[in-house]
């Protein structure tokens, strides 16, 4: 199979996916705020909601291309702990007091999600764990962050400019909805076409390509609101995004679409998602990541992909 065609197809979806995003998170904060549902709320939902990412994952699922749906969550999570987070501290440290209790649920996070990995087969059972987990500890950010803005979205302050009518806010909703869904199956498609067209490890492209393709954005929403000093709301946006990753998005595959688990999920990916996490986590309670404890989480994506590249 020529090479150009499923090359397309997965930078189209990718560009498709993160786009048709923005026009969702639009659509949702523009009937939040019609509905009168509060901006605290609205930021703590929606501040680590990567539609793009679900899309992907769960139209991998369906494709039989497991290790691109797993990559989404495992390969995702590590893009984001590692890059966006390192990246963003090198480009502006990251000075934040966390509550403890907030760490501890950050640590948590890649522990409990290897429930999913039990059996050698996602199972409905842990998909359904997961998502009450998630819903549990969403409710717990809320309430435990009620005095502080842990979490933001700059579409929640769009939504709060740009009071559109109701019909063209729902519409816009179930547009971004579709395109979302689309975006995925072509990302999903082109994978596979790319796997099969090039040789190249299936864990390679779930893991590290993809991953990175969909979540390139994250850089950015860590590094400019610790630029514009609103470090809170960029460790706010990293443990949301990490809940989104782990516990929302394989307890969804999980429920709809079980997949089989690759070995090398279980002992290399989901392990170093648990260390790279901690470390986050002890420079996160020491109230600062600057550009050297930055560069240490950079330095560990460039050795996960290269352990990748070993494997494959």
């Not at 769960?58 to 797993?70: I, K």
């Not at 809170?232 to 809940?243: F, H, K, Y």
Request: net charge neutral; proline share 4%; glycine share 12%.
């Amino acid at each position: 199979m020529n090479v150009v065609w499923p090359f397309l197809l997965f930078v189209v979806g990718v560009v498709l996916a993160v786009w048709a995003t923005e026009r969702l998170l639009e659509g949702m904060v523009g009937l939040a705020v019609r509905l009168g549902v509060s901006t605290f709320a609205m930021g703590a939902v929606l501040s680590g909601f990567e539609a793009e990412n679900v899309a992907v994952g769960l139209a991998a699922a369906r494709n039989g291309a497991s290790e691109v749906a797993l990559g989404t969550v495992f390969g995702g999570a590590t893009f984001l702990v590692c890059v966006a987070l390192g990246l963003g501290a090198v480009l502006y440290p990251l000075r934040v007091n966390l509550p403890r209790g907030f760490l501890v649920l950050m640590a948590a996070c890649p522990v409990v999600v290897g429930v999913g990995l039990l059996g050698g087969r996602t199972s409905p059972l842990a998909g359904a764990f997961l998502l009450a987990a998630f819903v549990a500890a969403l409710v717990y950010l809320v309430r435990a962050s009620r005095e502080h803005a842990f979490v933001e979205s700059e579409e929640v302050r769009e939504g709060l400019e740009k009071r559109r009518p109701f019909g063209a806010t729902l519409g816009l909703t179930v547009f971004g909805l579709v395109a979302i869904a689309v975006g995925g199956e072509l990302v999903s498609r082109g994978a596979v076409g790319i796997v099969s067209s090039l040789g190249l490890s299936a864990l390679l492209v779930g893991m590290v390509v993809t991953p990175a393709a969909i979540e390139l954005e994250e850089v950015v929403r860590q590094a400019v609101p610790a630029r514009e000093g609103r470090p809170e709301v960029a460790a706010g946006n990293l443990i949301g995004t990490l809940l989104y990753f782990l516990w929302f998005n394989l307890g969804l595959i999980a429920l709809i679409v079980p997949v089989e688990v690759d070995p090398l999920i279980v002992r290399l990916d989901w392990p170093y998602l648990v260390a790279v996490t901690w470390l986050a986590v002890v420079f996160l309670a020491r109230g600062r990541v600057g550009r050297v404890e930055g560069a240490v989480l950079l330095a560990a994506y460039a050795g996960y992909t290269a352990l990748h590249l070993v494997a494959g």
